[in-house]
């Protein structure tokens, strides 16, 4: 009995995934933001440009899975930090991001493309990637890539890593432009696994032992503090002072807008028959 119950229960589940299957795809374009050691404050002021191709599975009306290729820019800077500490500290950075994603989608409502009634829902959406960064500081001039530099006193060979992979988790909403075009407004965040997307995590090193090991522009990158008035004219950058939080972890975030293609049919449950377009 047990057998012949799961027999069913699969043959039921297959039947419902069936109800509506199909690929769509297209890009999307919109905005990046970084959440971390240099923008504790969540400021939103300063967005990158982001954007991406994104391919979609419809099992049914309510379930998806989806693959996507994406990339943008995050940065952030101590100047605009409300936190005097932060201002003091004077760091800042910028780096790009290559991305592969994968997240399942659930709509809130039936969502079927072509049809007159269910042709847009809200849906919630979890997953993982896996981001390529390269943190960079603007220094007289020019842009430095600060990993090679070890500005936290890492010994050579040990630096960290620029491949991250983290939770992905969001929402966004979908809506149907014609019988295969949809137009899809999403916001999802990255939790990495990583504390050095912007390359501040821990303490000051010993300036000496950074100068021997890396050079003169290690020590300028990896203490940039200013005296503030009321400070005594004491900098921060001293061995061992707190520079960034290793106990939380760095997390970006794309919002954007994607039109989306539409391949698959639309087959009414176990009978082959199309669902009426509009």
């Given amino acids: ?21 199909g690929w769509e795809a297209g890009p999307w374009l919109g905005g990046a933001w970084y959440l971390g050691d240099l923008n504790t404050s969540y400021n939103l002021s300063t967005p990158g440009l982001a ?3 994104a391919a979609r599975y419809n099992f049914n009306d309510r379930l998806c899975m989806r693959f996507s290729v994406n990339a943008g820019k995050v ?7 409300k936190n005097s500490y932060e201002r003091a500290r004077n760091l800042s950075f910028q780096s790009g991001i290559l991305e592969g994603a994968f997240q ?21 959406l979890l997953g993982m990637n896996v981001a390529k960064f390269n943190p960079k ?51 999802a965040a990255r939790a990495l696994s990583t504390d050095y997307l ?6 000051y090193p010993d300036k000496g032992d950074l ?15 200013i005296a503030l008035p009321g400070t005594d004219g004491n900098q921060l950058g001293r061995t061992g002072v707190q520079r960034g939080n290793s106990k939380n972890n760095d997390t970006y975030i794309f919002l954007g807008a994607g039109v989306l293609y539409y391949f698959g049919e639309l087959k009414c449950p176990g009978t082959g028959s199309r669902k009426r377009r509009r």
């Avoid at 940065?75 to 930090?81: E, K």
Wanted: proline letters at 2%; aromatic letters at 14%.
């Fill in 1 to 21: 009995m047990k057998r012949i119950s799961g027999v069913i229960t699969l043959f039921l589940l297959v039947q419902t995934l069936t109800a509506q299957q």
């Fill in 51 to 53: 954007g991406g191709f």
């Fill in 75 to 81: 940065m952030a800077d101590d100047a605009n930090s």
């Fill in 104 to 124: 399942m989608e659930f709509n809130f409502l039936p969502y079927i493309h072509g049809d007159r009634d269910y042709f847009f829902s809200p849906y919630l």
């Fill in 137 to 187: 500081a603007l220094y007289e001039g020019d842009l430095v890539e600060l990993r090679p530099l070890g500005t936290e006193g890492q010994f050579r060979g040990e630096e960290y890593y620029t491949t991250s992979a983290g939770w992905l988790y969001g929402g966004g909403f979908k809506v149907d432009l014609s019988y295969r075009i949809s137009l899809n407004f999403e916001i």
């Fill in 198 to 203: 912007d390359d501040v995590s821990s303490t």
């Fill in 211 to 225: 100068l021997r090991e890396r050079g003169e522009l290690a020590v300028a990158l990896s203490d940039r503090s």
